[in-house]
């Protein structure tokens, strides 16, 4: 498909200005990233921001599909020597796959069905008679007689006008103006129907679908997760679902067969033959996978938006952190990391040897100075936290509880053995723990994302859709950050545009063989990174401390001959400009003297907010959150109490919150506001502090119900 074409149908679609999609598209194809792309071509595609660019690379990958799909089918069609003037006419207007897929339905190669041996058995012609209305019943019983054929498989009159409106019914189903209208009608009119499978009522496995055993609901209204949860039953063998089409859809088929002729009953018993073997199985898998899509479209989009939020939590920063995975059984595994994430110590505590516990936490903290404790959020988390709260005196580090999912999972990895090869796989855990409260974003790359768990349904959904939404989300986050060249690990610098798995080893070989950068012109002996990759990466790489000022900041290269330029003009020197807030003020009153052919308002403001802020962190400041001390279980929880909390997970129907007592509440989508809220995500985000009002506690279930509404009325 031509690009110029293709960008004038993305953009109508996606209703975003033609020349900027057009500028957008090149860029792509010509080997750009999309973070490059949105940050340093903001004039080239008029301003378009991360979140339109997606749209338009996802849409573009659409249409080129869809032509595709149309080539194939038409090639196809013209091999069976089928393609007729209108059929190319339809088939070229199509807009749609469903639509494609409707027209090719008559011509798709298909297996053995019972129409297809009734034409093998010469019964054709037979059904033409009735199709076209040439007969009426009687007519139809006196024609099938000469159809009579016992060496073909036709033994008789009634063997011939069944094998005859087994072709009928074949007719019917891929009749395209029938097909649509009962597909419309069953998404419009038609309910989504569940009920549990014999002999599994009973079983354990089954409970967590009990409110689907017997359930209906409108097809335009079912919500994305509840179709999740059937499949997930579906697939468990507990439930079995489908689409329950509106009771006046099978009159309406049977009186579009019966209007082509007058062999009524022959027709009609088609018809209904057709509705129930064919048309409706068709009809109902397309709508369930519809369903499907869209509902796994919505929680990977919910999973992507969490993941965000987690990576860019506000970071700790540069401080010497004590990590403290809890336990009780196996004690306490503690980690004591530097300000750059090494490790300076580590021993196994005990909760139950109180004096001691206590004692071995002031000398870790004393001995290596330590500024903040993190404490995982698991078993054991409110009574590790209390124990080192105890030991430590009013002025000592902050004890902050910290997410710990997928810390287990890093521990076992290959990467942890590569990075942690002396320590023990139970202590990995607490150094993981401690690097993230350093910097979420740096080591939570190291885990598989699946494995964070900050998703609705991740296990049931496509992989391969998920994994490729996650890794967008992963290189969004890293290239809105940026990375430090001589302190990221492998994983965070493999996500920097341009770079990749094989170059991020390669510049760690560099890295290590020089004892670290100076220069980002230095990326270029970086084996197989070449000016191409260096436009693309060198931007989003930082060198603190290096010899260029402005290689610690977000200025591309490619404009540092500009700054000077802003620097001479000012009479002073670069590194004088960077950060001094009197010049830069001065500079933006002569702004527009620097714009250029290639360098437009926003490319030039970009600069003048990175000279304010050189490498500034986009995240926001690190705030540690608290939980009440009286409150550890959900015992301790009563109707009516007042709590902060931290979010941990948004989902379809609300968000999961943390108050301390190692079990999530869930704050209900109808709870998060006073005011109606269609989409959670839109007013609470993982990671978020709240404070929430406790509405029930069901122990014997496991849950427990909140509301932020209630809390702020109270």
């Given at each position: 498909m031509a690009l110029a074409s293709l960008a004038t149908d993305v953009a109508r679609e996606l209703s975003l200005p033609q020349d900027g999609v057009a500028a957008a598209l090149a860029l792509f194809d010509d080997g750009n990233t999309l973070p490059f792309v949105a940050r340093y071509r903001k004039e080239r595609t008029g301003g378009l921001d991360e979140v339109e660019l997606r749209r338009i690379q996802e849409r573009a990958a659409y249409s080129t599909a869809l032509e595709d799909r149309r080539e194939t089918i038409l090639a196809s069609i013209r091999e069976q020597d089928a393609l007729t003037p209108e059929l190319e006419r339809h088939l070229e207007a199509a807009a749609t796959r469903q639509e494609l897929e409707d027209l090719y339905l008559p011509h798709r190669p298909r297996r053995r069905t019972r129409a297809t041996l009734a034409r093998e058995r010469g019964l054709e012609p037979l059904a033409d008679l009735v199709w076209d209305g040439e007969v009426d019943d009687g007519g139809a019983r006196r024609a099938a007689a000469g159809f009579v054929d016992a060496d073909?498989?036709?033994?008789?009159?009634?063997?011939?006008?069944?094998?005859?409106?087994?072709?009928?019914?074949?007719?019917?189903?891929?009749?395209?103006?029938?097909?649509?209208?009962?597909?419309?009608?069953?998404?419009?009119?038609?309910?989504?129907?569940?009920?549990?499978?014999?002999?599994?009522?009973?079983?354990?496995?089954?409970?967590?679908?009990?409110?689907?055993?017997?359930?209906?609901?409108?097809?335009?209204?079912?919500?994305?997760?509840?179709?999740?949860?059937?499949?997930?039953?579906?697939?468990?063998?507990?439930?079995?679902?489908?689409i329950e089409a509106p009771e006046d859809v099978l009159p309406r088929v049977v009186a579009h067969a019966t209007r082509q002729g007058p062999a009524r009953n022959q027709l009609e018993e088609a018809a209904r033959d057709s509705w129930s073997r064919l048309l409706h199985p068709g009809i109902e898998s397309e709508i369930k996978s519809e369903l499907t899509d869209r509902a796994e479209e919505e929680a990977i989009r919910i999973f992507g938006t969490n993941l965000e939020n987690l990576l860019l939590q506000p970071p700790a920063g540069e401080r010497v952190v004590l990590g403290l995975d809890p336990g009780f059984r196996s004690g306490v595994k503690a980690a004591v990391v530097s300000r750059t994430g090494g490790v300076l110590a580590t021993d196994v505590l005990y909760l139950h040897q109180e004096e001691r516990f206590g004692s071995q936490v002031r000398k870790l903290v004393a001995d290596h100075g330590v500024e903040l404790v993190a404490v995982g959020n698991g078993t054991a988390s409110r009574e590790t936290e209390r124990a080192a709260r105890k030991a430590l005196?009013?002025?000592?580090?902050?004890?902050?509880?910290?997410?710990?999912?997928?810390?287990?999972?890093?521990?076992?990895?290959e990467l942890a053995v590569e990075e942690l090869p002396d320590l023990d796989l139970t202590l990995r855990g607490a150094v993981s723990i401690a690097r993230?409260?350093?910097?979420?974003?740096?080591?939570?790359?190291?885990?598989?994302?699946?494995?964070i768990g900050v998703g609705q349904y991740q296990h049931d959904v496509n992989q391969t859709r998920l994994a490729e939404r996650l890794d967008q989300v992963v290189e969004t986050c890293v290239n809105r950050?940026?990375?430090?060249?001589?302190?990221?690990?492998?994983?965070?610098?493999?996500?920097?545009?341009?770079?990749g798995p094989t170059l991020a080893e390669n510049l760690l070989a560099l890295r290590e063989g020089r004892g670290g950068l100076s220069t980002r012109e230095e990326l270029l002996d970086v084996h197989r990174l070449g000016p191409a990759t260096f436009e693309q990466a060198a931007g989003f790489?930082?060198?603190?401390?290096?010899?260029?000022?402005?290689?610690?900041?977000?200025?591309?290269?490619?404009?540092?001959?500009?700054?000077?330029?802003?620097?001479r003009d000012l009479d002073v020197e670069l590194s004088e400009l960077v950060g001094d807030e009197g010049l830069l003020d001065r500079l933006a009153r002569t702004l527009d003297r620097y714009v250029g052919e290639d360098v437009g308002r926003p490319t030039l403001e970009d600069i003048l907010d990175e000279l304010r802020r050189p490498g500034r962190d986009p995240r926001d400041d690190f705030e540690p959150p608290s939980f009440r001390e009286d409150v550890r279980k959900p015992e301790d929880l009563e109707e009516g109490m007042v709590l902060q909390g931290v979010v941990t997970n948004v989902v379809a129907f609300g968000a999961f919150v943390d108050v301390g007592v190692h079990q999530d509440g869930l704050v209900h989508i109808s709870q998060l506001a006073d005011h109606y809220v269609k989409d959670a995500s839109e007013v609470v985000r993982v990671g978020e502090a709240v404070r929430v009002r406790v509405l029930s506690v069901d122990l014997e279930r496991g849950r427990i119900g909140l509301s932020r509404k209630a809390a702020k009325e109270g």
């Open positions: 073909a498989g036709v033994p008789g009159v009634a063997e011939a006008l069944a094998g005859a409106r087994d072709i009928v019914a074949e007719r019917l189903a891929e009749e395209i103006g029938l097909r649509r209208w009962v597909r419309d009608r069953a998404r419009t009119r038609g309910r989504v129907t569940s009920r549990v499978r014999r002999g599994k009522k009973s079983l354990p496995a089954a409970q967590s679908f009990r409110d689907y055993f017997d359930h209906s609901e409108p097809v335009h209204r079912v919500a994305h997760h509840r179709i999740l949860a059937l499949r997930r039953g579906e697939t468990e063998g507990v439930l079995a679902w489908g005196d009013e002025d000592a580090p902050a004890v902050v509880l910290v997410n710990e999912a997928g810390a287990s999972v890093y521990s076992a990895s993230r409260l350093q910097d979420p974003l740096a080591e939570l790359v190291k885990i598989d994302a699946r494995s950050v940026g990375v430090e060249v001589n302190t990221a690990s492998g994983p965070l610098l493999s996500y920097v545009a341009g770079i790489l930082r060198i603190r401390d290096g010899d260029h000022p402005l290689d610690a900041t977000a200025v591309h290269p490619e404009r540092y001959a500009l700054v000077d330029r802003m620097a």
